[in-house]
């Protein structure tokens, strides 16, 4: 019987030094979604790891049941907030899946999402454009509610119907890069660039616009350069890294061009993504030092105005509320006073924690398409974490979050609403 072909290739597989630093010790068990919900050894760090030795010791192939592991992992690294042996999970499990990739053994479901979404809409910034405007037309004439209705979709091939029911409610104005000058409100204490990204402005228009009144009323110049696109996160988790380094450079090119100080995004996951882009571009000559500098100058704006002498609103908002810690702030970055802090300034609002802040909801960019079952499971458990808060709305720092804990809201039929950290700051300061 033919052996199977020992261990990883190419430039983009999982180091060895990263791999046998797991010394499957299970601390990491307790505080993964996957293992939590399925108590499947496979389901957890180390069994994937474990897996992945094996097959870079040649033991085993890369064959759809090892892969459909692989598949079932958020990437959400919590893991990596845990680990006594400081192993690089996330690193890992991309270098990973982009062999999954290039041994063309992803999922159906992987290969159609990646075709259609990361790497035909992400890539061009027209067509992504171009496919919201006829969604949002799809959406608001009432075409949507009509086909649910009738239960057409189920009779195409392809999960048709699911992909369809995933998709978001897109809002009435659309957040686009520009050549303007946003002033700063009072005396200018520093210049910014916004990300714009891709999805974001298209489902969560009005946030990024209160995200660019907030700078500017902390004394920011704000600006949200042209050329700018997606920060390639999507595709770098999927295994797409050709696309995702294409993506990188054209946000160097663009953000650090426009002369700013600062990198500023209101996406946990756009921001864990750009932080890592030297790690992305680390074989790349030309870009590997303008990486390390456009890393370095990138923060979270829950990051960004914690660290400032924030101008807390005079105004009260009388209200309790909840946060949920994205994963990729709280797992990838590290950040989790920040945004509390934002909210502790507003005169009047009273957090209440919720249990398992951090366990993830299961939205995990594409994730939710693609591991449907997993994802509502996860979701359900997040739910019920809100619930139990009794608190008026949930607050978070992701878009991906916003979405997913919204849909679930809205099909359990729960009044609390979904916001994001700027959201509720911007309307402490248009109370004054």
């Given amino acids: 019987m033919a052996q199977p072909a020992s261990g990883f290739t190419g430039p983009d597989a999982p180091a060895e030094a990263d791999l046998y630093r797991c010394v499957h010790c299970g601390l990491c068990l307790s505080s993964c979604p996957t293992y939590v919900?399925?108590?499947?050894?496979?389901?957890?760090?180390?069994?994937?790891?474990?897996?992945?030795?094996?097959?870079?010791?040649?033991?085993?192939?890369?064959?759809?049941?090892?892969?459909?592991?692989?598949?079932?992992?958020?990437?959400?690294?919590?893991?990596?907030?845990?680990?006594?042996?400081?192993?690089?999970?996330?690193?890992?499990m991309e270098n990973t899946r982009a062999q999954v990739k290039a041994a063309g053994k992803q999922s159906k479901e992987l290969k159609r999402l990646s075709?259609?979404?990361?790497?035909?809409?992400?890539?061009?910034?027209?067509?992504?454009?171009?496919?919201?405007?006829?969604?949002?037309?799809?959406?608001?004439?009432?075409?949507?509610?009509?086909?649910?209705?009738?239960?057409?979709?189920?009779?195409?091939?392809?999960?048709?119907?699911?992909?369809?029911?995933?998709?978001?409610?897109?809002?009435?104005?659309?957040?686009?890069?520009?050549?303007?000058?946003?002033?700063?409100?009072?005396?200018?204490?520093?210049?910014?660039?916004?990300?714009?990204?891709?999805?974001?402005?298209?489902?969560?228009?009005?946030?990024?616009?209160?995200?660019?009144?907030?700078?500017?009323?902390?004394?920011?110049?704000?600006?949200?350069p042209r050329g700018q696109g997606c920060c390639g996160a999507l595709n770098t988790h999927a295994g797409d890294r050709y696309n995702a380094r294409k993506m990188a450079r054209a946000n160097i090119d663009s953000l650090m061009a426009a002369g700013v100080e600062r990198i500023i995004t209101s996406s946990a996951g756009c921001g864990s993504s750009m932080k890592e882009y030297p790690e992305l571009l680390k074989d790349d000559a030309e870009y590997r030092d303008k990486a390390e500098r456009f890393s370095s100058m990138t923060q979270d704006v829950t990051e960004f105005l914690a660290g400032l002498p924030l101008q807390e609103p005079a105004a009260a908002i009388n209200r309790t509320v909840t946060y949920q810690d994205p994963c990729h702030l709280a797992h990838a970055?590290?950040?989790?006073?920040?945004?509390?802090?934002?909210?502790?300034?507003?005169?009047?609002?009273?957090?209440?924690?919720?249990?398992?802040?951090?366990?993830?909801?299961?939205?995990?960019?594409?994730?939710?398409?693609?591991?449907?079952?997993?994802?509502?499971?996860?979701?359900?458990?997040?739910?019920?974490?809100?619930?139990?808060?009794?608190?008026?709305?949930?607050?978070?720092?992701?878009?991906?979050?916003?979405?997913?804990?919204?849909?679930?809201?809205?099909?359990?039929?729960l009044p609390t609403k979904v916001r994001h950290v700027v959201d509720i700051l911007d309307e402490a300061y248009s109370l004054e």
């Fill in 115 to 224: 075709r259609f979404f990361l790497q035909t809409a992400l890539t061009h910034r027209w067509k992504l454009q171009l496919g919201a405007h006829i969604i949002r037309l799809y959406q608001r004439l009432g075409v949507q509610k009509l086909v649910r209705l009738s239960h057409l979709l189920y009779l195409l091939p392809g999960g048709i119907a699911r992909l369809e029911s995933n998709l978001p409610p897109m809002c009435k104005k659309f957040f686009a890069p520009t050549d303007k000058v946003h002033p700063a409100q009072g005396e200018k204490k520093i210049t910014v660039a916004l990300l714009a990204g891709c999805v974001m402005p298209l489902m969560q228009g009005p946030t990024m616009e209160a995200t660019v009144r907030v700078l500017t009323r902390n004394g920011c110049d704000v600006l949200v």
């Fill in 37 to 92: 919900e399925t108590a499947l050894e496979m389901e957890s760090p180390r069994g994937r790891i474990a897996l992945m030795k094996a097959v870079n010791e040649g033991r085993v192939e890369i064959t759809p049941r090892v892969v459909s592991h692989w598949d079932m992992c958020l990437q959400c690294r919590a893991c990596e907030a845990v680990c006594p042996s400081g192993v690089p999970y996330g690193r890992i």
């Fill in 333 to 413: 970055q590290r950040i989790t006073a920040a945004p509390r802090k934002v909210l502790n300034s507003i005169p009047g609002l009273e957090l209440v924690e919720m249990e398992n802040s951090s366990l993830c909801c299961g939205g995990a960019g594409i994730y939710s398409s693609v591991q449907p079952a997993l994802s509502q499971r996860l979701l359900k458990r997040k739910l019920e974490s809100i619930r139990d808060t009794g608190t008026q709305e949930v607050i978070t720092a992701n878009p991906g979050c916003m979405l997913q804990v919204q849909q679930g809201l809205r099909a359990s039929k």
